[in-house]
């Protein structure tokens, strides 16, 4: 079973700028990788998603524009670049990755994915 852990959370004023890294404990050379959050009170939400190859990503209407999914597999590690930060866009982010055996490019849906980090806390106020 792949690990994953993510870390680059932390407090930041609106507007600000945050990078999150996941990385893995294997290579994730055949895993789709996904960035969740979720809120207090509300339901987990699919932020970004990459493929496999890295050639299809997906991101939610609500972040499009401002954050940037990308993979390293040299360095078994997945980021996702957070700019123009909002108050609603804090939360607990989590990384979760699947083999492409099961999904074959990417997905949205945190049910989609097997393997899960612990999450980091990102915080926007001022």
């Known amino acids: 079973q792949v690990q994953l852990v993510e870390s680059g959370g932390g407090l930041v004023q609106p507007g600000g700028s945050l990078t999150l890294s996941c990385t893995a404990s294997e290579s994730l050379e055949d895993y789709a990788v996904g960035w969740f959050r979720q809120a207090p009170g509300k339901e987990r939400e699919g932020v970004s998603c990459i493929s496999n190859s890295g050639r299809t990503t997906y991101y939610s209407d609500s972040v499009k524009g401002r954050f940037t999914i990308s993979r390293d597999n040299a360095k078994s590690t997945v980021y996702a670049q957070m700019n123009s930060l909002k108050p609603e866009d804090t939360a607990v982010y989590y990384c979760?990755?699947?083999?492409?055996?099961?999904?074959?490019?990417?997905?949205?849906?945190?049910?989609?994915?097997?393997?899960w980090g612990q999450g980091t806390q990102v915080t926007v106020s001022s």
């Open positions: 979760a990755a699947v083999h492409r055996d099961t999904l074959f490019t990417c997905v949205l849906r945190n049910t989609a994915y097997h393997f």
